[in-house]
């Protein structure tokens, strides 16, 4: 698994300052790019920057953060996690990403989801009603704008093209795409369909229940006859040096989050017996870094990966936290983790 890919992905959490307050937007971007430029320096494979429109979320626009981070480094791939594709126009999301691509030299990505939060439906105009048709028209354009120069399309969802241009193009290496999957059968049937790599959501649960979808997309290529497309994990975590102090720094924001976003959606208050059941059982990479990199080379075999990323930010954490766990993911965990899979492989052998 020496070709394992591991990145992190933030959706920029408005976070406390030295004062305890809330940090407006602005500087919490800036922040962000901070972020992204530590990740490239300590070996982090790819950052991915997650589109909301709400006010504990201050990245509504990745693409122009993307394009601050690509800016100051030099290796790292520059990607959304997710792009609500649902609720935007596939020429625009193709005309920011493939500009992204071609000022960064090629580091762009994308992940194409429908969206978790719902705020970007009513801001742009696009009826919830519509929400699989949505998706599905527009991902079916999108990926056609990857693979042809020249477009002739007709949809419910949006204007027709006949023979369009769509400027500026990609480069010989194309643009990376891939489609966000929360653990439906239909979505996982959807990203094979498409020719394309899936990415899975999974922020809570034992990741082993979703080994079913990963064996069905294998059973869906085949029925196909499409090539095997790499399969990623998006799970949420927090590194420090010890065991305790990562779940102590962790624990009182990841209750903020959850219980403002349960509170939304009718879920009762998150239990500080249900966060500690997450990390020893569940999807929340928490821990020094040994303990974190054993989970997650846990979580490459099960479900056979080929990409992992961390989202390391957690509700308001302060950004002197975020930064030492990018840090401690790219200089130890990221390292642990390879030695411990391409350890695996040899016992095998």
């Known amino acids: 698994?020496?070709?394992?890919?591991?990145?992190?992905?933030?959706?920029?959490?408005?976070?406390?300052?030295?004062?305890?307050?809330?940090?407006?937007?602005?500087?919490?971007?800036?922040?962000?790019?901070?972020?992204?430029?530590?990740?490239?320096?300590?070996?982090?494979?790819?950052?991915?920057?997650?589109?909301?429109?709400?006010?504990?979320?201050?990245?509504?626009?990745?693409?122009?953060?993307?394009g601050a981070i690509g800016a100051r480094t030099s290796r790292i791939k520059l990607g959304s996690a997710v792009t609500v594709l649902s609720s935007d126009d596939p020429v625009r999301v193709f005309q920011r990403f493939s500009t992204l691509n071609a000022i960064s030299g090629g580091r762009a990505e994308v992940v194409l989801g429908r969206g978790s939060f719902t705020e970007s439906f009513p801001l742009f105009g696009q009826n919830l009603e519509d929400y699989d048709l949505l998706f599905e028209e527009k991902l079916d354009l999108f990926v056609q704008l990857l693979r042809n120069p020249e477009i002739t399309w007709s949809g419910k969802t949006r204007a027709g093209l006949t023979q369009q241009r769509v400027y500026p193009t990609l480069g010989a290496g194309g643009l990376g795409a891939w489609v966000g999957v929360g653990g439906s059968p239909e979505s996982v049937v959807r990203a094979v369909r498409h020719d394309l790599p899936m990415m899975f959501a999974i922020i809570g649960g034992d990741p082993?229940?979703?080994?079913?979808?990963?064996?069905?997309?294998?059973?869906?290529?085949?029925?196909?006859?499409?090539?095997?497309?790499?399969i990623g994990v998006h799970s949420p975590g927090h590194i420090a040096e010890t065991d305790v102090e990562a779940m102590e720094q962790n624990w009182p924001h990841y209750k903020v989050l959850h219980?403002?976003?349960?509170?939304?959606?009718?879920?009762?208050?998150?239990?500080?017996?249900?966060?500690?059941?997450?990390?020893?059982?569940?999807?929340?990479?928490?821990?020094?870094?040994?303990?974190?990199?054993?989970?997650?080379?846990?979580?490459?075999r099960t479900l056979g990966i080929a990409r992992f990323d961390m989202?390391?930010?957690?509700?308001?954490?302060?950004?002197?936290?975020?930064?030492?766990?990018?840090?401690?993911?790219?200089?130890q965990v990221i390292p642990m983790v390879r030695d411990m899979l391409a350890d695996a492989k040899l016992a095998r052998v």
């Not at 922040?31 to 990740?39: I, K, M, R, S």
């Open 1 to 66: 698994m020496s070709d394992l890919s591991m990145g992190i992905d933030t959706f920029g959490d408005v976070t406390l300052g030295a004062g305890g307050a809330l940090l407006p937007h602005d500087q919490v971007l800036r922040d962000v790019v901070d972020q992204g430029v530590l990740a490239d320096a300590v070996g982090i494979d790819f950052i991915g920057l997650g589109e909301h429109h709400r006010v504990d979320f201050a990245i509504s626009s990745p693409e122009v953060v993307l």
């Open 208 to 230: 082993v229940r979703f080994k079913p979808y990963v064996d069905l997309y294998h059973r869906a290529t085949a029925q196909m006859n499409r090539p095997v497309r790499l």
């Open 259 to 300: 219980d403002k976003i349960g509170g939304e959606r009718g879920w009762p208050p998150v239990t500080r017996e249900r966060f500690m059941g997450e990390i020893a059982q569940g999807s929340l990479y928490v821990g020094a870094p040994e303990t974190v990199a054993r989970k997650i080379a846990a979580t490459v």
């Open 311 to 331: 989202k390391y930010s957690s509700g308001p954490m302060p950004h002197g936290a975020m930064m030492k766990s990018i840090q401690l993911y790219g200089e």
